[in-house]
């Protein structure tokens, strides 16, 4: 029979568990910018797709919306914030 410590152990263990799983799991993103200096937040794992719609000619319809693996940002860099960030896969610490 497990006693309490060993309950509260296991317990501990499952939520460290699902606290390192969140982080592995977590969506990666990056930041992009195209010729016209725009800045865009992109989805890491869709580079392929980001890296498409830049090389579009500017007469291209389709370079006129935004595509759907990023996000516009109206303003800077500097108007998003992070937790974790990370260059070429190693974390950054401060």
């Known amino acids: 029979m497990m006693g309490v410590s060993d309950a509260d152990t296991i317990k501990k263990l499952k939520a460290e568990i699902e606290r390192i799983n969140n982080i592995i799991n977590q969506t990666r993103y990056f930041l992009g ?5 725009h800045w865009y937040l992109v989805l890491e794992d869709r580079v392929a797709d ?3 719609w830049l090389s579009l000619a500017s007469d291209d319809p389709e370079s006129w919306e935004t595509p759907k693996c990023a996000i516009r940002l109206d303003g800077s860099p500097g108007s998003v914030s992070f937790t974790d960030p990370s ?3 190693e ?3 401060v």
């Open 50 to 52: 980001w890296s498409k």
């Open 33 to 37: 910018q195209d010729e016209s200096s």
């Open 87 to 89: 260059l070429r896969g």
């Open 91 to 93: 974390a950054i610490k």
